[in-house]
C-alpha cells in the first residue's frame, strides 16, 4: 500500500497486477507509456496526459502534470509508517539539536565524545534493542556539545542521547 498525499487530501492506493484500489475501491485505468517518458490514461471513458515533471526519491516528492495541471505529490509507504512510529523518520533532517533514542534499548558503546567534530552519517554509537545491534548514526555535520547517556544505560524512545553545539 502506499499512501499519496495531495494538496487536499490523502489517498490510499494500492497495486496489483489486475487491479488498483483507490481508498479501498476498485479504480480501472487503461495506461500507456509513451516513447518520450510520457503517459496517456484513459479512466471513464476520459482521456488523460500525463507527465513525471519532478521526481525527488529520496523525500519521495513528485511533481506530475496531468492535462497541463501541475500537481505536487508525496507518497508514502508501509515502511514510511513503520519509521514514523519507531519515531525514527525524522533522522535525515539536516538540523538536529538533540540526538533522541529511536527505540527503548540499552547503549553498548559510545564512539562520540564532547567537542568531537562529526559528519552527517559518523557513527556515533551503538544501541542495542530487541537483541539487535543497532548503529546510531550523526543525522547532520556539526560538532558533538555533550553525551547524556553512558555506555551499559537503559534508554526509553526519544530520551536525548547527544546534544550538538548550535
Known amino acids: 500500500m502506499i499512501k499519496v498525499l495531495g494538496k487536499e487530501k490523502e489517498y490510499k492506493v494500492e497495486i496489483?497486477?489486475?487491479d488498483i484500489l483507490l481508498?479501498?475501491?476498485s479504480f480501472n485505468?487503461?495506461?500507456i507509456t509513451n516513447n518520450n517518458g510520457t503517459h496517456h490514461a484513459i479512466h471513464n471513458s476520459k482521456s488523460?496526459?500525463?507527465e513525471v515533471v519532478a521526481a525527488n526519491y529520496s523525500t519521495k516528492e513528485f511533481q506530475?502534470?496531468?492535462n497541463d495541471n501541475l500537481y505536487s505529490l508525496s507518497a508514502k509507504d508501509k515502511y514510511d509508517d513503520l519509521l514514523e512510529k519507531l519515531g525514527m523518520d525524522s533522522l535525515d533532517e539536516d538540523v538536529a539539536e538533540d540526538l533522541k533514542a529511536p527505540m527503548p534499548g540499552l547503549v553498548i558503546d559510545i564512539k562520540a565524545?564532547?567537542?568531537q567534530e562529526i559528519e552527517k552519517g559518523d557513527l556515533l554509537l551503538v544501541l542495542e534493542a530487541m537483541k539487535m545491534e543497532n548503529n546510531i548514526k550523526s543525522p547532520n555535520a556539526g560538532?558533538?556539545?555533550s553525551i547524556e547517556i553512558e555506555q551499559g544505560q537503559a534508554v526509553e524512545k526519544?530520551?536525548?542521547l547527544i546534544t550538538f553545539e548550535k
Open 16 to 18: 496489483s497486477e489486475s
Open 23 to 25: 481508498d479501498n475501491e
Open 29 to 31: 485505468l487503461d495506461l
Open 48 to 50: 488523460f496526459n500525463i
Open 64 to 66: 506530475i502534470k496531468i
Open 113 to 115: 565524545e564532547p567537542g
Open 143 to 145: 560538532i558533538v556539545k
Open 158 to 160: 526519544n530520551q536525548v
